[in-house]
């Protein structure tokens, strides 16, 4: 299958979406805010190096960039800021499916649709089962 994704190997073959599409490690920062529902980034490097050494400048980078892309939001807190999560977990799956969606139908239009159609058609009965279920409950 010719495959276009830049994505490293490990990041791709993840089991968890979120860490599919942020890497290993900011998808743990992102977390560890769930978890907590907010935290400094002091309360993020003391739990993340519970399993890793990192510094706290990089620490720094990623929540600054997780914040700029919206997926965090801040207040001040002190001299410095507490991260809360803009969104769930679930939320922030749904989105990236709709941006990846929206992508699929502007890029390839019309084939996007029936690959898909196909792709769903030939779905096991359990699996369609389960699809539907969880449609109804969101």
């Known amino acids: 299958m010719l495959s276009n ?13 979120v860490a599919r ?3 290993a490690v900011q998808a743990e920062l992102m977390g560890i805010v769930w978890r907590r529902e907010s935290a400094t980034v002091r309360e993020v490097v003391d739990e993340l190096n519970e399993q890793r050494p990192l510094a706290y400048t990089g620490v720094m ?8 892309r ?4 801040r207040e001040r807190d002190g001299r410095g800021f507490r991260y809360s999560p803009a969104m769930t977990r679930d939320e922030l799956l749904a989105r990236l499916s709709d941006e990846l969606i929206d992508r699929l139908l502007v890029d390839f239009g019309d084939i996007a649709v029936t690959q898909l159609g196909a792709r769903l058609e030939n779905l096991d009965p359990e699996r369609k089962g389960e699809l539907r279920r969880s449609r109804k409950t969101q």
Request: glycine letters at 8%; charged letters at 35%; a positive charge.
């Open 5 to 17: 994704d830049r994505r490293p190997k490990r990041q791709r073959e993840s089991d968890d979406p």
């Open 21 to 23: 599409y942020l890497g």
């Open 70 to 73: 919206g997926l965090l939001v």
């Open 61 to 68: 980078t990623m929540v600054t960039r997780l914040w700029s």
